[in-house]
T-cell receptor
Framework: ETGVTQTPRHLVMGMTNKKSLKCEQH?????MYWYKQSAKKPLELMFV???????ENNSVPSRFSPECPNSSHLFLHLHTLQPEDSALYLCASSQERGAGYGYTFGSGTRLTVV | SQQGEEDPQALSIQEGENATMNCSYK?????LQWYRQNSGRGLVHLILIRSNEREKHSGRLRVTLDTSKKSSSLLITASRAADTASYFC????????????FGGGTRVLVKP
């Protein structure tokens, strides 16, 4: 375990479903991130939270809705997804936002949209 | 556009051999980081090299950075089957020095 825990590990959902991905860290980090990893594509930064405030949203469709209720928890709420949204969703945290510190990643949620 | 690009995309070597992969980037960076990802799992931070550093070591890993060529290399010495994974470079750039952007990765297969 890296200290960043993601649940569930696997998720299959229909296009009309609503589901949420959860990420939890107890490393004392104050920045958290959502990344999307699709086959044959580089990791795509989706959202950045610093001190529980969303500081970046990289043109992500509104069917993805992040939530950061406190510095230890990060959610990604999903609704009316498309099959092309199937991917590995990775959560990461860092001591500061980017800068001179490495990121600690969770093991990811493998999402399949049917 | 993609900040870092790794080369080669795939690498197959025998156990005990060295593995070298390269990363090129486009804009000035604050630091460059290398990560490893085992199949379908999260990324593990390996090493960070700052823009004013030229070489760094960590165990069997050696990273170099050439800012004039905007490139970095990761060398894994005396490879083991457990080193089989994808390796990604990630660059930190931007005025605030807080954007981390990943390349497409190099898939390394170490055959026993």
């Amino acid at each position: 375990e890296t200290g960043v825990t993601q649940t569930p590990r696997h998720l299959v959902m229909g296009m009309t479903n609503k589901k949420s991905l959860k990420c939890e860290q107890h490393l004392g980090h104050n920045a958290m991130y959502w990344y999307k990893q699709s086959a044959k594509k580089p990791l795509e930064l989706m959202f950045v939270y610093s001190l529980e405030e969303r500081v970046e949203n990289n043109s992500v469709p509104s069917r993805f809705s992040p939530e950061c209720p406190n510095s230890s928890h990060l959610f990604l709420h999903l609704h009316t997804l498309q099959p092309e949204d199937s991917a590995l969703y990775l959560c990461a945290s860092s001591q500061e936002r980017g800068a001179g510190y490495g990121y600690t990643f969770g093991s990811g949620t493998r999402l399949t949209v049917v | 556009s993609q900040q870092g690009e790794e080369d080669p995309q795939a690498l197959s070597i025998q156990e005990g051999e060295n593995a070298t992969m390269n990363c090129s980037y486009k804009t000035s960076i604050n630091n460059l980081q290398w990560y490893r990802q085992n199949s379908g799992r999260g990324l593990v931070h390996l090493i960070l090299i700052r823009s004013n550093e030229r070489e760094k070591h960590s165990g069997r890993l050696r990273v170099t950075l050439d800012t004039s060529k905007k490139s970095s290399s990761l060398l894994i010495t005396a490879s083991r089957a457990a080193d089989t994974a994808s390796y990604f470079c990630a660059t930190v750039y931007g005025a605030a020095g807080n954007k981390l952007t990943f390349g497409g990765g190099t898939r390394v297969l170490v055959k026993p």
